[in-house]
């Protein structure tokens, strides 16, 4: 039996929940529909992840259940080694210190158009700090699921994907589930 822990990604990122629907709940019937009688796959979401997807699809999450399984992870149980956090500390350094010159950036220009100044300093500091990067217990939660399961982690987001391949998790973009579902 395959398994596939899989992300909020899945059904709200554009590019890759465009092949199950145009939007985030059409996005969970098309998924729905596609693996209704799939008896050799298992799927499983943290609750964490279950919560988050209900702000973008409300009730459409207990139809959701039908199939996907909540599942937290152990999280006093599962080991990671240290050096995957060594990385990650010295990654997560570089970026405030990356944010920091943005901010200093913006703190320099003179210019009166303070909305778009904000904007823009917020576009970039979100950048520099979030993309790429596990930002939360949510992902990080979704990525511990995976490894403790020795399951299949399906996302859209860069920085949940590459946590998972550093700690040796079996990764998918979200963007090709539709196709490794459609093959038996």
Do not use: W
Not at 106 to 135: C, H, M, Q, S, W
Not at 154 to 164: I, K, N, P, Q, R
């Amino acid at each position: 039996m395959r398994k596939f822990v899989i992300d909020t990604s899945l059904f709200v990122n554009p590019q890759a929940g465009r092949d199950f629907g145009a939007d985030p709940k059409k996005a969970v019937s098309g998924f729905m529909k596609a693996v209704a009688r799939r008896k050799d796959i298992e799927f499983y979401m943290p609750d964490s992840i279950f919560h988050e997807l209900g702000n973008f699809v409300g009730d459409k999450t207990a139809e959701l259940e039908t199939v996907v399984k909540r599942r937290s992870p152990n999280v006093y149980a599962i080991y990671l080694p240290a050096a995957v956090f060594y990385d990650f500390v010295e990654e997560v350094r570089e970026r405030i210190n990356k944010g920091l010159r943005i901010a200093e950036e913006f703190a320099r220009d003179n210019k009166p158009e303070n909305g778009e100044k904000l904007r823009k300093l917020r576009e970039k500091y979100k950048e520099a700090l979030r993309t790429g990067i596990v930002d939360s217990k949510e992902d990080f939660e979704l990525v511990l699921l995976a490894k403790e399961m020795e399951a299949t982690l399906v996302s859209a987001d860069e920085g949940v994907l590459d946590f998972g391949n550093k700690i040796g998790c079996e990764i998918l973009h979200a963007g090709k589930l539709r196709k490794v579902l459609a093959k038996k």
